[in-house]
Each structure stands twice: as C-alpha cells, then as structure tokens.
C-alpha cells in the first residue's frame, strides 16, 4: 500500500522535475569521470616517472 502510493507520488512530481535533475546528473556524471580520469592520468604519470 505504502510503496504504490510512493511511486503514485514520484510518478506525478516526475515530469516537473526531468529536465533540472538530468541535467544534474549528467553534469554530476561528466565531473566524476572527469575527476577519474585526471586521478588516472596523474597515478600512470607517476607511475611512469
């Protein structure tokens, strides 16, 4: 009762909220792996040094 009430909820707030919170996540997921691959790039650079 209480989780189809709960997905009932995110279903109806889903629409208002797509465009902000994509665009969070995608400029979340562009900052991770760009952290990660500087983290990479710098341990291969002093790895090879």
Not at 31 to 49: H, I, N, Q, R, Y
């Amino acid at each position: 009762m209480n989780t189809t009430t709960i997905t009932h909820d995110i279903a109806a707030s889903q629409p208002a909220q797509m465009p902000a919170s994509s665009l969070a996540s995608e400029v979340l997921f562009f900052v991770k792996s760009g952290v990660a691959m500087t983290a990479m790039v710098l341990l291969l650079a002093s790895a090879w040094v």
